[in-house]
């Protein structure tokens, strides 16, 4: 029986764990899903006939939103004390499955490890590690070559870890799905991370100033207390900002933000802008009726907005609100691109970005 280990926020396995298990039989690849040894992660089985080859080729990791990151299991492997690379080598070299080429590893940790020994140890294992399966002929000599696959290694424990392979074609653009960022001390508010999170996700590598440079105009519906709007004018953008509440006296200094006290759902512009970021925390089908209303009365071309789910129904409220965004935005006529995803700095919400391409 095949494995992938799909990667997760902790306290999401069941919703990451359904999720793949319903995207996957869409596909024809019928699966069942266990939680980890660890929070972080959920294990599934494919028991046949498809296999893992297969349902990569037919899912791609960024058209899920629970699951960050992705990779096939090819061996769990014991490691002993007095030989832990030499374990992996002879396990690697023994598993009957058939990989892609790999120029190079990546050692991963469970997002909830505290464990600071075993963080020193992942970092100090990686170039004996990465010599000795040079020298055995399971890496590429080159590590910056580029390659069809990684090798990827789970260190769950000093006594064990699951070995397996990301196809560079599907899998997650930052390792495990998580985009490290630090807040600057100018910013009103952490959430300003979430939307430069959402950025680094969904913009086209490269395409970034497309879609924010050029002087752009926004809307920013419930801004207060300004991390979204803080975000926006470091892009250069005019701001108008919409909220009942009070705006960060810094920002609004820099001439590049409109201050509107009002109900941010009730809101629309005269005129359409290229920019709508919502980050109201309220109904998450009132909010993606909403932004149905602003994309196909052509009131901006980018959205991004946040869903607070409930917590014991989060994937259920989920699979709602797509149906009401698939709904709405089929019946306009008009050809949309719809991503979502459980960003590393979401909590209990998950990030949506839309982009009007006609």
Known sequence: MEQLVAFCRPGFEV????????????????????????????????????????????????????????????????????DRVGAVVDALRESESRYPDCSRVEIRLTEANDDHD????????????????RGAGQLGQDPDAAAPARLELLLLSFE?????????????????????????????S????????????????????DYLGGGKQAVDLGAAPGGWTWQLVKQGMLVTAVDNGPMNPELMASGQVTHIQADGYQWKPRRGVDWMVCDIVDHPRRTTAMVVEWLTEKLCRYVVFNLKLPMKKRYDEWVICKEILETGLGQSGMNFRVNARHLYHDREEITCFIERVD
């Open 15 to 82: 919703d990451a764990g359904r999720e793949l298990t319903d995207a996957a039989a869409a596909v024809g690849a019928f699966g069942y899903f266990e939680p980890g040894s660890q929070p972080g992660f959920v294990l599934f089985n494919l028991p046949g006939p498809a296999t893992a080859a297969d349902l990569l080729d037919s899912l791609a990791v960024e058209d899920l939103v629970f699951v960050r990151d992705w990779f096939v299991v090819v061996a769990d492997i014991a490691l002993p004390r007095e």
């Open 118 to 133: 075993l963080g020193n140890f992942a970092r100090k294992w990686v170039s004996p590690l990465s010599k000795a399966l």
């Open 160 to 188: 064990r870890v699951v070995a397996g392979i990301s196809l560079a074609s599907n899998r997650a653009r930052y390792v495990s799905g998580i985009v490290r960022l630090r807040l600057p001390g100018a910013a009103p």
């Open 190 to 209: 952490r959430s300003a991370l979430k939307l430069e999170e959402a950025w680094r996700v969904f913009l086209p590598r490269g395409k970034e100033l």
